[in-house]
Structures are given as structure tokens and as C-alpha cells.
Antibody, heavy 117, light 108 residues
């Protein structure tokens, strides 16, 4: 059974930092491009960041460039999102998702990041 | 960035009836269009990819169609478990891939 389990979400003050993790099982993690997708409370989905299978290429939505860093450890089947200079508008449930030819075929259950003073 | 627009925002339908959801792209995305279903408190689930191919385990009552800029998700004979929010996503022009704002399918 495919599983993606996120962790690391928390309440953090504006300007603070947080590191999200996602552990994968049930599929060959190293063969899949991986992304973070977020969903603000009561709103729609927004792609945040993507990392290619071997970590050689990384992409970000404009609103997080320079503040967020995506990384992966294929030996540990893990995906990470280092977030800094957090803003209120970063408040959301953050999902990790595996990609196949551009579509998100598997999703984690999400982890909530709340940025508030 | 390609903008995806879904309509209607909310659709009220009785169980057993059919529903048609629309998604429009601001420029052509070919057939690089996916549909997702999201229930309250759950992660999205892939339904359709390539505009018309059902993902593994998706019932035949879900049908995707369209190409270019106009797409449709048709759900025939609605079951209770089908009432949810549906999102379209284009992955032709990436990054970023972009999602529509969603259509909430509710029980009438």
C-alpha cells in the first residue's frame, strides 16, 4: 500500500522558520518526481515546489522563491520542505504528492502550518 | 501562467442524477488536464488524467472529455460518496502547473 506521511506542521510566528518532512512507502520513491501542494483553510489547491527524481532540478511557485527550499533523501524515502521568513499567507495544509507525467497520483494526509502572532 | 476557471462554483444535484462540471483554460493545454476529487478533511484523489483516462480504481461513471481550452467532467448516476469538491489541473505549461478554484458538488 502506498503511503505518504507528512509531519512538522506547527504554529509559528511571522518571520519564523519550519521544516516539513514526508516519508514515503509502498512505491519506488527514487523514481518519482515529488511536489509540495498547499491548501489555505477553506480554499483551493496551490502547487508550491517540485523536485526531480535525483534532486538535480527544483522548481518553486514565485511567492515562495528565496524563502522555501525543497530537498529529498532517496536513501530514506523522504521529502523535505524548509520554510523560512514565513508569512500569514503561508498558512495552509501542506501536502506532499508524488507525480507521474505531471499528475499527482499519490497524496499524503497533509500537515497544517499556521503563521500567526 | 495558465489560469484555470471552473464552473459552476456550486452544483446541487439529487442522488441518482447526472452532473456536468466544466473547466476552462486561459490558453490551450492540449490534453494535459487532470481532475481530482476532495472530500472534507481528506487529501485530493486523482480521478482523470490526459483529459479522459480514468485513474486506477475510478468507477466508469466518471468520464472526462475535452481538449485545448474546454474540458468537462461528467458523473453519471451520482452516488452518495460522489458529493465532494472537484478540481481540474493543467500540466501542459509547467512550472507552475495550475489548479482551478474547484466546484462543490452538493446534494440537492
Amino acid at each position: 500500500e502506498v503511503q505518504l506521511v507528512e509531519s512538522g506542521g506547527d504554529l509559528v510566528q511571522p518571520g519564523g522558520s519550519l521544516r516539513l518532512s514526508c516519508v514515503a512507502s509502498g512505491f519506488t520513491f527514487s523514481r518519482h518526481s515529488m511536489s509540495w501542494v498547499r491548501q489555505p483553510p477553506g480554499r483551493g489547491l496551490e502547487w508550491v515546489a517540485n523536485i526531480k527524481q535525483d534532486g538535480s532540478e527544483k522548481y518553486y511557485v514565485d511567492s515562495v522563491k528565496g524563502r522555501f527550499t525543497v530537498s529529498r533523501d532517496n536513501a530514506k524515502n523522504s521529502l523535505f520542505l524548509q520554510m523560512s521568513s514565513l508569512r500569514a499567507e503561508d498558512t495552509a495544509v501542506y501536502y506532499c504528492a508524488s507525480q507521474t507525467y505531471g499528475t499527482y497520483n499519490y497524496w499524503g494526509q497533509g500537515t497544517l502550518v499556521t503563521v500567526s502572532s | 501562467e495558465i489560469v484555470m476557471t471552473q464552473s459552476p462554483a456550486t452544483l446541487s444535484v439529487s442522488p441518482g442524477e447526472g452532473a456536468t462540471l466544466s473547466c476552462r483554460a486561459s490558453q490551450s493545454v492540449g490534453s494535459y488536464l487532470a481532475w481530482y476529487q476532495q472530500k472534507p478533511g481528506q487529501a485530493p484523489r486523482l480521478l482523470i488524467y490526459g483529459a479522459s483516462s480514468r485513474a486506477t480504481g475510478i468507477p466508469a461513471r466518471f468520464r472526462g472529455s475535452g481538449s485545448g481550452t474546454e474540458f468537462t467532467l461528467t458523473i453519471s448516476s451520482l452516488q452518495s460518496e460522489d458529493f465532494a469538491v472537484y478540481y481540474c489541473q493543467q500540466y501542459n505549461n509547467w512550472p507552475p502547473d495550475t489548479f482551478g478554484q474547484g466546484t462543490k458538488l452538493e446534494i440537492k
